[in-house]
């Protein structure tokens, strides 16, 4: 097939969308598919090969500003938008960006769900007008349901179909004040009706997200989220655990408290009060940006207070064979997300390392972790719950050995790259058989 991949770049932030997408372009090539991987924004800042090959970066994300913040800009000559296009300026623009939260860019958002009828509609036409000169691609793919402003022109002058991946929409969305929250819902309802089909990572979360938006849970199908297994399969097998042996509970997502590492951080404090549990450690990974520096801050000072900072280690915006070592040094991960995701790719990589994960009893987990036998469930997400799951688990080290192994061998049969490629094919073919 020839496809096309159109997704966000985040700039110098790690994105779980971006390792993701990045990984099924990678893989769909392999498999002998014409894959065209198209940017927008920012760069991309990826732990593995990038799939961009050259082409360029639509949709800028100086010029998306301007023409959402300053009138005319649309009009403004060509060689000053490919000027403010240049590949520094839009690093340079990164910095910025990655101080930006969902409830600063409402307007900004909901004039990219409108399409040709919002404010970035020349971004749009310079897109359409690249893609509609090359060859007329049998499905493009739109990275998750933000970009659905683009369906209407890609359908009617790129001529082919349009999918959309799922990837934790929601919460983004409900960060929204009013009214840009309601109006962004409303209009997501409405031009996600003009798309030939939906793509969730997990069933949860894809049947969650069409209910909300009134459309036919029959235009779903569910892939999920796979991996390069790349340095996972060199990674050692795990020692069987000896008395007296440090143990660490690991943390990897982005450290913010919508991914909850304050409530870990709370469980570990509450763990260290068991005499019995002296010898628990905690490492905390994954991205950090500007604006997640003060949360972090706070963690680090509530663990000085209780005299426990020596024993926690924080490691962000680790490359990916740092993220492999890190991974592996962990005996068990938790990442108690408050708000609902599609999927948490850092389930599926702690599994490959070797090393269980422990979540919440809700949205899309006890899905993940039922389908690979890579974990355990707890109850209400609380740090109480959390500690009191943790240290029954570390009295049964023989049972955290079987969770980790039981997820390894799930992961490299169900949860690679090449099965998310595959599966991708296969849900474009069933829901537009001639393409």
Request: charged fraction near 20%.
């Amino acid at each position: 097939m020839n496809l096309v991949q159109i997704t966000p770049g985040a700039g110098g932030m790690y994105c779980g969308n971006c390792f993701r997408d990045n990984a099924l372009v990678a893989a769909l090539r392999r498999d002998g598919h014409e894959t065209l991987m198209v940017p927008l924004y920012l760069p991309m800042t990826l732990d593995e090969a990038s799939t961009v090959r050259g082409t360029p970066t639509f949709f800028g994300g100086i010029n998306v500003f301007l023409s959402q913040k300053v009138p005319g800009h649309s009009s403004a000559p060509a060689w000053l938008r490919r000027w403010l296009d240049h590949p520094a300026l839009l690093q340079w623009a990164s910095g910025r960006a990655a101080k930006t939260r969902a409830s600063d860019v409402g307007e900004l958002n909901l004039s990219m769900l409108q399409g040709e009828e919002g404010r970035q509609r020349r971004e749009l036409d310079d897109l359409v007008r690249w893609l509609a000169s090359r060859p007329r691609p049998d499905a493009i793919l739109l990275s998750n349901a933000l970009l659905v402003g683009f369906a209407r022109r890609l359908r009617r002058d790129v001529g082919c179909p349009v999918f959309v991946f799922l990837q934790s929409e929601e919460a983004f969305l409900e960060a929204m004040p009013e009214p840009w929250r309601g109006r962004g819902w409303a209009t997501l309802s409405e031009r996600g009706r003009e798309v030939d089909g939906w793509i969730a990572p997990s069933r949860w979360f894809g049947e969650r997200m069409l209910s909300r938006l009134g459309i036919d849970v029959s235009r779903l199908r569910v892939v999920p989220n796979g991996i390069s297994m790349d340095g996972y399969r060199s990674l050692a097998e795990r020692p069987s655990w000896s008395p007296g042996q440090p143990w660490t509970l690991g943390f990897f997502a982005r450290q913010c408290p919508e991914k909850g590492l304050d409530i870990v951080v709370d469980a570990f404090i509450e763990l260290r009060r068991d005499p019995g549990l002296a010898h628990v450690r905690l490492k905390v990974g994954g991205g950090c940006g500007p604006s997640d520096e003060p949360f972090v801050a706070m963690q680090r000072e509530k663990l000085a207070r209780a005299g426990l900072l020596q024993d926690a280690s924080f490691h962000p915006n680790v490359s990916r064979a740092d993220k492999l070592a890190f991974l592996a040094s962990c005996d068990v991960l938790s990442v108690p997300g408050r708000q609902p995701e599609a999927f948490g790719l850092y389930q599926i990589e702690a599994m490959a390392a070797g090393t269980p994960v422990l979540q919440p009893s809700e949205g899309p987990y006890p899905e993940i972790i039922g389908s690979t036998g890579g974990g355990a469930l707890f109850g209400e997400n609380s740090s109480m719950a959390l500690a009191g799951a943790l240290r029954d688990l570390l009295r049964h080290p023989a049972r955290l050995r079987e969770l980790g192994a039981a997820g390894r061998a799930a992961v490299q049969q169900r949860h690679t790259d090449t099965a998310m490629a595959r599966g991708t094919v296969e849900a474009i073919r069933s829901l537009v058989p001639q393409a």
